[in-house]
């Protein structure tokens, strides 16, 4: 099955550690974004990359960081420096490029930190 | 940048009657405009979408519609069922940018059997 995997569903860690959530994608996308989605709100950027071994920032990075040294993998490391981490994280894909431009969604992570 | 505004924030109907959601959008270069349905606990799904040179579209009981003159685009329902029943996202994205999609803040749709 082609998709989007994210892991783990979801995740509690301490105040000032740093975490790492996981997304793969089987669909040979170029092109893969972390958003951020709190209650009542929409999905806000984190970071977005459209190849392999380069990453632009969002709306929302202070405090995240991600890397793409494979282009199925997209991980996002929650910093001890994010004030706020308590959220659901979704991870998105697209073919990039030129288009066609849909995003297709992960199942999320649910990240708790107190 | 980007702004979308999503209008109304909650929507109850009753079981098969239509459903209206609308979006105002404030960068006239922004030329696609999809829809998202999440459930609970889920990721967004794609329901359908539109491209900047295409008034209207339909698949089944969905349709979107596109004013670019007023830059407003909506999402009807046709024949609510109560498995419509989740939240509805809009968002549109700016090519000449760097193919962000900009978010509404949400539509929480209740169909009531």
């Known amino acids: 099955d082609g998709g989007i995997t994210q892991s783990p569903k979801y995740l509690f860690r301490k105040e000032g550690q740093n975490v790492t959530l996981s997304c793969e994608q089987n669909l040979n996308h170029d092109a893969m974004y972390w958003y951020r989605q709190d209650p009542g709100q929409g999905l806000r950027l984190i970071y977005y990359s459209q190849i392999v071994n380069d990453f632009q920032k969002g709306d929302i990075a202070e405090g995240y960081s991600v890397s793409r040294e494979k282009k199925e993998s997209f991980p996002l490391t929650v910093t001890s420096a994010q004030k706020n981490p308590t959220a659901f994280y979704l991870c998105a894909s697209s073919i990039g490029g030129q288009g066609p431009y849909e995003q297709y969604f992960g199942p999320g992570t649910r990240l708790t930190v107190t | 940048g980007e702004n979308v505004e999503q209008h109304p924030s909650t929507l109850s109907v009753q079981e098969g009657d239509s459903a209206v959601i609308k979006c105002t959008y404030s960068?006239?270069?922004?030329?696609?405009f999809p829809w998202y349905k999440q459930e609970l606990g889920k990721g967004p799904q794609l329901i359908i979408d539109?491209?900047?040179?295409?008034g209207e579209k339909k698949d089944q009981r969905i349709a979107v519609t596109l004013n670019k003159t007023a830059k407003h685009f909506s999402l009807h329902i046709t024949e609510t069922q109560p498995e419509d029943s989740a939240v509805y996202f809009c968002?549109?994205?700016?090519?000449?940018?760097?193919?962000?999609?900009?978010f509404g803040k949400g539509t929480k749709l209740s169909v009531i059997p």
């Open positions: 539109i491209r900047s040179n295409v």
């Open positions: 960068d006239s270069a922004s030329n696609y």
């Open positions: 968002a549109a994205l700016n090519r000449a940018g760097s193919y962000q999609l900009t």
